[in-house]
């Protein structure tokens, strides 16, 4: 499934233009990557005037940033709906890291920037990102929690672990240029997980 442009229903409360401009960004960024990318190519994608697409986000930056947001809570919300159809702790590490990393990184291969649509470019991108980073870790957080003492004792807590899982998994994305490698550093990050939490 492909993660990034497969998002057509918006995760927030965006208005029906708001989220054209936001699918068009996505389709311009992952062709032209996120420095060469112009509001005009935005616009013209979203089928939009420049004027409409600056009166609805102000900017380039804050196109960005929102499209960061976008992303992480289409993220979260295919993940909740596969956590789902999960027996254990297992099942779940392997749903997130296909979408979140797997499906996303096959995206991103073929870019000029292997970072496009998660490097922070921008101060409000950074914010965005951050934002998306704590609610993957406090959705992680709530699946840990009933492994709290098993947790306690391999020296760590539940916010903490959830906070390892989605920094690695993200970075990884970012900073991995071999598919292989990826496999087998998110398969290292799962057995660490499962060792800590004491699951399976």
């Given at each position: 499934?492909?993660?990034?442009?497969?998002?057509?229903?918006?995760?927030?409360?965006?208005t029906?233009?708001?989220?054209?401009?936001?699918?068009?960004?996505?389709?311009?960024?992952?062709?032209?990557?996120?420095?060469?990318?112009?509001?005009?190519?935005?616009?013209?994608?979203?089928?939009?005037?420049?004027q409409?697409?600056?009166?609805?986000?102000?900017?380039?930056?804050?196109?960005?940033?929102?499209?960061?947001?976008?992303?992480?809570?289409?993220?979260?919300?295919?993940v909740?709906?596969?956590?789902?159809?999960?027996?254990?702790?297992?099942?779940?590490?392997?749903?997130?890291?296909?979408?979140?990393?797997?499906?996303a990184?096959?995206?991103?291969?073929?870019?000029?920037?292997?970072?496009?649509?998660?490097?922070?470019?921008?101060?409000?991108?950074?914010?965005?990102y951050?934002?998306?980073?704590?609610?993957?870790?406090?959705?992680?957080?709530?699946?840990?929690?009933?492994?709290?003492?098993?947790?306690?004792?391999?020296?760590t807590?539940?916010?903490?672990?959830?906070?390892?899982?989605?920094?690695?998994?993200?970075?990884?994305?970012?900073?991995?240029?071999?598919?292989?490698?990826?496999?087998?550093?998110?398969?290292?990050?799962?057995?660490?997980?499962?060792?800590?939490?004491?699951?399976?």
């Amino acid at each position: 499934m492909n993660t990034l442009m497969n998002m057509h229903v918006a995760p927030r409360d965006l208005t029906d233009t708001e989220t054209r401009i936001i699918n068009a960004a996505i389709e311009v960024i992952l062709k032209f990557g996120p420095r060469k990318t112009t509001m005009n190519d935005i616009a013209e994608a979203a089928g939009l005037t420049r004027q409409t697409v600056y009166a609805s986000f102000g900017g380039k930056d804050n196109v960005l940033a929102e499209t960061v947001r976008f992303i992480g809570k289409r993220h979260m919300s295919q993940v909740s709906v596969a956590w789902e159809y999960c027996a254990n702790l297992t099942e779940k590490l392997q749903a997130y890291a296909r979408i979140v990393v797997l499906d996303a990184y096959d995206e991103m291969t073929g870019e000029d920037d292997p970072q496009v649509l998660v490097s922070n470019h921008n101060e409000a991108e950074r914010a965005a990102y951050q934002e998306v980073c704590e609610q993957h870790a406090a959705m992680w957080a709530e699946q840990l929690a009933p492994c709290a003492e098993k947790l306690e004792r391999a020296g760590t807590t539940a916010n903490r672990l959830a906070q390892l899982i989605v920094s690695t998994s993200l970075n990884l994305k970012k900073t991995e240029g071999d598919k292989g490698k990826l496999h087998e550093q998110l398969s290292v990050l799962n057995a660490s997980v499962l060792s800590m939490a004491g699951r399976r």
